[in-house]
């Protein structure tokens, strides 16, 4: 019998649950995530997406955030940004990196 190993694995979950699979196995966020996009959801309520990623591997060295909301409309990419540095001046001390990614949603 053949040792099982997670990049055997991965196509068969993908099949069972039909998502992607990333640098995690499960769904769930970690507690960093969460912390982040909570902050996130009360500084930006009129944020249609927001999706927070620990891409440190899950020790919350570093976050990919992925936001979507009005607040950002005729604000220029730096402000957006800014805006979301300002909102996480706190948790950003911690951090080693982040990543920001800011829209606005599309009629």
Known sequence: MAAWSPA?????????????????MFATQTEGELRVTQ???EKF???????VTDISGGCGAMYEIKIESEEFKEKRTVQQHQMVNQAL???IKEMHGLRIFTSVPKR
């Not at 069972?16 to 640098?23: A, F, Q, S, T, Y």
């Not at 309520?45 to 999706?51: D, E, L, Q, S, V």
């Open 8 to 24: 055997a694995a991965a196509p068969l979950l993908r099949r069972i649950r039909g998502l992607p699979l990333h640098h995690r």
């Open 45 to 51: 309520p009129r944020a249609t997406a927001i999706k």
């Open 39 to 41: 902050i996130l959801k």
């Open 89 to 91: 001046k706190e948790e």
